[in-house]
């Protein structure tokens, strides 16, 4: 009887270790299981961002374009923690020259670089590799106190060219003009001047200077008289958009062709691009940034013009 009793008793408790083992083992399989779901999470992807990317990219120039390449870059190093992305401004002019040099890897430019970098620097241009990422329209901007609403080309050119020196002498007010401009480095000075006005212009006396698209922004604002120029993407109430020709820098005319005052957003490299470089550029071109970014901040897809322009200026309908 007590050899039994023995037996039963030993036979319960082998029972109970299997029964732990087993449970042991369950624990550790969804334990090990956890361990490859998060390794299978942290396993790079074959994507735009490219998760196993590390480095550094330098990028300068247009100020246009920067608050677009600043925000995408945010998004681009958010999924890709080794990847460290620096935007400068400068000008149009600035990154082009600095990417020439190899001084930068991204020159951003509101400008085709054969039209900036000519005669000695000629051939460096031919260096350099155009990656169009979107489409920026330039308008006229007064202090809100100008009082005026729309100009035409022929008064723009008086007034850019010191013709014209008063507002009353275009409907507004009884104020004198204050120019606020971009200095002859500046792609959106250049676009303003090749297709608003139709010709390059002197630095009159008199005349504000600055290299930054927001500064311009706030000294028309708080410059009686003044006027300017920005991209759209710069716009809000503390200035005023003017018409041009009577027609509305609004993104539907740039699509459309009827609003001339536009240029295409180029990101150069100097040659291919390295592989963060690249992935970071196509970052650019996917529909999260295209339908995202570019749209919310006012430029424009390029995918969605109507129209299209050479380096000569030329417009065709595609």
Request: glycine share 12%; charged share 20%.
């Given at each position: 009887m007590q050899f039994r009793k023995s037996w039963i008793m030993a036979l319960a408790l082998t029972s109970v270790?299997?029964?732990?083992?087993?449970?042991?083992?369950?624990?550790?399989?969804a334990t090990n299981n956890g361990g490859n779901n998060a390794a299978a999470t942290n396993t790079p992807t074959e994507s735009s961002s490219g998760s196993d990317l590390s480095g550094s990219i330098l990028a300068s120039?247009?100020?246009?374009?920067?608050?677009?390449?600043e925000?995408?870059?945010?998004?681009?190093?958010?999924?890709?923690?080794?990847?460290?992305?620096?935007?400068?401004?400068g000008g149009s002019g600035t990154g082009l020259t600095q990417v020439a040099e190899k001084q930068v890897d991204i020159g951003n430019s509101d400008v085709f670089a054969e039209e900036k970098l000519k005669d000695a620097?000629?051939?460096?241009?031919?260096?350099?590799?155009?990656h169009q990422v979107a489409v920026v329209a330039i308008a006229a901007v007064s202090n809100p106190d100008a009082g005026v609403d729309s100009l035409t080309k022929q008064q723009l050119?008086?007034?850019?060219?010191?013709?014209?020196?008063?507002?009353?002498?275009?409907?507004?007010?009884?104020?004198?003009?204050?120019?606020?401009?971009?200095?002859?480095?500046?792609?959106t000075r250049a676009t303003f001047e090749n297709f608003a006005l139709g010709t390059k212009t002197e630095d009159l006396q008199g005349s504000v200077q600055?290299?930054?698209?927001?500064?311009?922004?706030?000294?028309?604002?708080?410059?009686?008289?003044a006027i300017g120029y920005l991209a759209l993407s710069y716009l809000d109430d503390t200035v005023k958009t003017l018409n041009y020709d009577g027609v509305e820098p609004s993104v539907d005319n740039v699509i459309?062709?009827?609003y001339p005052v536009w240029a295409y957003e180029h990101m150069y490299t100097n040659g291919e691009p390295n592989e963060i470089v690249k992935a970071f550029l196509d970052y650019m071109l996917t529909d999260e940034v295209q339908n995202g970014d570019v749209v919310d901040l006012g430029y424009i897809p390029a995918n969605q013009m109507q129209v299209s322009r050479d380096v000569e200026g030329n417009v065709t309908k595609k």
């Open positions: 270790v299997a029964l732990s083992a087993c449970g042991n083992n369950g624990n550790n399989t120039g247009s100020t246009a374009l920067q608050p677009l390449v925000q995408v870059a945010e998004s681009f190093m958010d999924a890709n923690n080794g990847v460290d992305i620096q935007v400068q401004g620097d000629a051939e460096k241009a031919k260096a350099l590799v155009d050119v008086d007034i850019f060219t010191g013709k014209i020196t008063n507002w009353k002498d275009v409907g507004g007010a009884d104020q004198a003009i204050q120019i606020i401009n971009r200095p002859s480095s500046s792609g600055e290299d930054s698209s927001g500064t311009v922004k706030k000294m028309i604002g708080e410059t009686p008289g459309s062709g009827k």
